[in-house]
């Protein structure tokens, strides 16, 4: 006799902590399976070297939805808020951007960047409440997902003639025509171009980054925090909101597979054997590895099967984990400044050819680098007086030509701390021990097909109404009592909760439907 | 561009050079790629020869897929409708498939030729979505359009014919059973199965063997009235059978644009096809779901009043004296054999129960000028042509 919940949620990420919490919250009797001896996800912290720790996937929080810290009562410690974005000057003349403000540019980009923000935060707020609700049925649809469609389109034309214009114009659009037409400054061009691009498998000049761009912006505009303690305390403050209403979590128990009874997921069997049943079964993990490897195709249909294994989700993102023994030097920056986020990527052009090598198969030469010292506010994450850096570093294609073998591996730290000692000269000096996961890397540790954040490449064709497919974008699956819960589902990745928030908001009121 | 880059040579059958010197019309036309006879004499000669004695219809241009491999029946169980467990090896099994919201990509016919391997037959191409169909099963398909050669020798001396050829046994062969035979040192693979709804056999070989073959059944046939038939004659015989024609009677969903334009089992008189008891076929969900809550099309056949055929045509219903329409014929004929006028119509539910008067606005030209007239028209269930010599079994000779 297996046993019985009400509800069974594969995998503890944070958007499958989010739903659990949410369904418990609503009485159900639920229970999580995290293959991990942690939950989290790939918003965790964890060991990399010997007394070392880092956030590993994740590693900066910016869209975690009010809605989601709300709903749970959720209260986070944050080693930093508002965290400022310094653009990196090999020559000391920093861009730095805080809000709608950047300083080291001239008074011209000043001005101009604080009407792209103002525009830019706008638009954002405008998709937010798209954001966090399931996006409406475009066939077959009932009279709410009219409501919502209309909604929607109103939403659009009560941002007024002119800005409205400008929404339609810019939705689809990449990021950098906009870039050159409004700014002047290398620098500044260049961060806005990682912003709109971090985490993709997408250039400045690819169609639709703007897009991924106010998806960065939908709930915080865009500000930076760091939580204390890396991102494990996010999700194990989730974790205790789940546990607090009543859900059981179990780690070290990875999924084989959704088990199917008569057309209907009726549970799950774990790789050591066991078997747990329940008439609602909520996937975290990505589409294609919850339809293709623990549904498998037999159970579902043909069309569906295809459009799942077509979606693309090839990860280019790498992170890079550094130990130093002390902190670099970086002409032009305080010791406070540690505590910021910092970007190499000197120019939007840079941004490009930094990507275009990733479109054959092979790693940026120049990469762009997004990095972090979690350690100067947060020093439990290293030994006394030791710090941790912690990159993301682009582009790093998940197919690379020749395999991600040892030596490639080696070659692109190499390359990563090179282009850092560009800014940082005594930082190879500093390093004691390093860590690099690409995207196989992250696809083998985090469970995530294509090592991709996302679960999916955030374009239009993926998105709302397509995402992960279309005809299956309601968070239910074509498998009665099977849902999606996780960044594969609208609206996307990034430590958001929205997916899973969304897809529990949906099963309770098809229930209540029902 | 040149013809060479065009590259658009119809292919010919490997009966193309027995039916070129039988060929009297030089009439042709494209079927999947390669030349296929409307006529080769006259239809109505051919269709007569159906009816009364035996027409040899060329079906090699007929797509053959051969599935194999240790998921072959999930896979095919998983496509089609209907349940493939209980089709047996040495039996075949007509069949729909559809695409996830349950409409009819198309019809045809799954041989079982021995355990775990099979052979698709249909009038459309569809690797595409068979390819796709097999994501996830450990399945081998292989397109042997071009390597099979196809026969379906049909009629009431058909029997009698394939008898003189020498298969013995096939007075065992039941309707919708195959059997293997040598012919030649090649092996001849005979169907009980056709599209004429007569007695008759479809009969498969290497395309090596093909010209041998056809060589032979007509000296076998030569006493028995055997003739040689195109696509005109063929088209008469379906409908009077009451069978389905893709591109016709229903639109093979994939192919469609506007909503609305393809069909359901249901709505293709199919309903029989689609078994419930199967935990998951491709398109269950949505049939299940119109099952619930009904079906929008009705295909219906009719007997109409009158000799003029309905090709063409609207259907309506008269309500209070008035006509409203409410759908169209899609497949008409006047059936000699029958002595009926008969079409094959679609309509929208609840019309065109069996039992019904519909009403058919016919259309036709007497010496340039148009005519139109009103055609009383009764919804029929069973087949316009249906002779018990289709199934017994052993089949009597002539």
């Known amino acids: 006799m297996t046993e019985r919940y009400d509800a069974i949620i594969v995998g503890a990420g944070h958007n499958g902590l989010v739903c659990s919490a949410l369904l418990a919250k609503a009485g159900k009797r639920v229970l999580v399976l995290e293959a991990r001896d942690q939950v989290g996800g790939a918003a965790i912290t964890r060991s990399f070297a010997d007394g070392y720790s880092v956030s590993a996937c994740a590693h900066l929080l910016y869209q975690l939805q009010p809605k989601v810290v709300k709903d749970l009562g959720l209260k986070l410690e944050y080693a930093s808020r508002n965290m400022e974005t310094i653009g990196l000057s090999p020559d000391g003349q920093h861009v730095r951007f805080s809000g709608d403000r950047v300083t080291g540019v001239d008074d011209a980009d000043t001005t101009s960047y604080k009407a792209f923000h103002k525009r830019m935060t706008r638009f954002a707020d405008l998709l937010l409440p798209y954001m966090n609700q399931a996006p409406a049925r475009l066939a077959n649809f009932g009279s709410g997902d009219i409501v919502r469609l209309a909604k929607f389109g109103l939403d659009i034309r009560m941002l007024g003639k002119t800005e409205m214009q400008e929404f339609i114009r810019l939705i689809g659009i990449n990021i950098y025509d906009e870039l050159v037409e409004h700014f002047g400054n290398p620098l500044l061009k260049g961060v806005l171009s990682v912003d709109a691009v971090l985490g993709t498998h997408l250039g400045p000049r690819s169609p639709n980054t703007i897009l991924t761009y106010l998806y960065r912006l939908c709930g915080n505009h865009g500000n930076v925090a760091s939580p204390t303690g890396g991102m494990s305390s996010v999700t194990e403050a989730l974790a205790h909101a789940a546990r607090d209403n009543g859900t059981t979590i179990r780690t070290g128990m990875p999924v084989k597979r959704i088990v199917v009874e008569n057309g209907r997921a009726a549970g799950v069997e774990t790789e050591s054997g066991e078997t747990f049943s329940s008439w609602l079964v909520v996937s975290n993990a990505d589409p294609k590895s919850t339809i293709m490897d623990l549904v498998t195709p037999r159970h579902v249909e043909a069309g569906f099967t295809r459009r799942v294994r077509n979606i693309r989700m090839r990860g280019n993102a790498a992170k890079l984990h550094l130990a130093l023994d002390g902190l670099p030097t970086i002409e032009g920056l305080d010791k406070k400044d540690f505590g910021q986020r910092m970007v190499v990527a000197p120019d939007e052009n840079y941004v490009e050819w930094a990507f275009n090598p990733a479109k054959y198969g092979e790693f940026s030469k120049d990469p762009v680098l997004e990095v972090t010292f979690p350690t100067f506010r947060d020093p439990s994450l290293a030994p006394t007086g030791k710090h941790v850096l912690s990159a993301i570093v682009q582009f790093a294609p998940y197919e690379l030509k020749g395999g991600w073998t040892n030596d490639a591996r080696d070659e692109f730290t190499k390359t990563a701390i090179a282009k850092l000692a560009e800014y940082a000269p005594d930082i190879a000096d500093r390093v004691t021990a390093t860590e690099l996961l690409t995207p196989p890397d992250i696809e083998k540790e985090f469970r995530i097909t294509g090592g991709h954040w996302h679960h999916g490449e955030l374009t239009l064709d993926q998105f709302l109404f397509c995402r992960p497919v279309g005809g299956a974008a309601q968070y239910a699956m074509p498998l009665d009592g099977l849902y999606l819960c996780g960044a594969g589902a609208h609206p996307g990745g990034g430590v958001s909760g929205a997916a899973g928030r969304n897809a529990a908001r949906m099963i309770l009121s098809r229930e209540k439907a029902a | ?398």
């Open chain 2, 1 to 398: 561009m040149s013809i060479q880059e065009v590259q658009q040579d119809r292919k010919k059958s490997p009966f193309y050079s027995r039916q070129s010197e039988l060929d009297r019309l030089n009439q042709w036309h494209e079927w999947k790629g390669y030349s296929s006879a409307d006529a080769f004499y006259s239809s109505e000669l051919e269709y007569f020869a159906i009816r009364n004695s035996t027409g040899v219809f060329d079906l090699t241009p007929m797509t053959k897929y051969r599935i194999d491999g240790p998921d072959a029946l999930d896979y095919i169980d998983r496509l089609v409708t209907r349940d493939m467990r209980k089709i047996k090896p040495g039996r075949v099994a007509y069949a729909v498939w559809c695409d996830d919201q349950g409409q009819v990509i198309d019809d045809g016919t799954v041989f079982h030729l021995t355990e775990g391997e099979y052979r698709l037959c249909s009038q459309e191409r569809h690797m595409d979505w068979l390819m796709a169909s097999a994501i996830g099963f450990d399945v081998n398909i292989e397109d042997e359009t071009a390597d099979i050669a196809g026969l379906a020798v049909q009629g009431p001396t058909s029997y009698s014919i394939l008898n003189k050829l020498g298969l013995d046994g096939l007075e065992n062969l039941m309707f919708f059973g195959l059997m293997q035979f040598d012919f030649e040192g090649t092996e001849l693979m005979v169907s009980r199965t056709g599209y004429t709804g007569d007695l008759g056999y479809e009969l498969w070989i290497e395309s090596s063997g093909a010209e041998a073959l056809w060589d032979a059944l007509f000296t076998a046939g030569k006493d028995f009235g055997i003739m040689a038939i195109g696509t005109s004659a063929l088209e008469q015989a379906r409908i009077e059978a009451g069978y389905l024609a893709a591109y016709e009677d229903f639109l093979p969903s994939l192919e469609t644009v506007r909503t609305g334009r393809s069909r359901s089992p249901f709505e293709l008189g199919l309903g029989w096809l689609v078994d419930f008891k199967k935990p998951n076929f491709n398109g269950r969900r949505a049939l299940a779901e119109e099952k619930r809550r009904g079906s929008t099309w009705r295909l219906v056949k009719l007997d109409l009043e009158g000799n003029k055929p309905a090709n063409h045509s609207y259907i309506f219903v008269k309500k209070y004296g008035r006509y409203s329409q409410v759908g169209f014929v899609t497949s008409a004929a006047w059936s000699p054999v029958c002595k009926q006028n008969i079409a094959i119509g679609t309509v929208k539910m609840p019309y065109g129960a069996v039992g019904d008067t519909l009403w058919v606005e016919v259309y036709y030209q007497r010496e340039m000028h148009w005519s139109r007239l009103m055609a009383n028209a009764k919804v029929v269930d069973k087949p316009f042509w249906d002779p018990e010599r289709r199934l017994v079994t052993p089949p009597g000779p002539y």
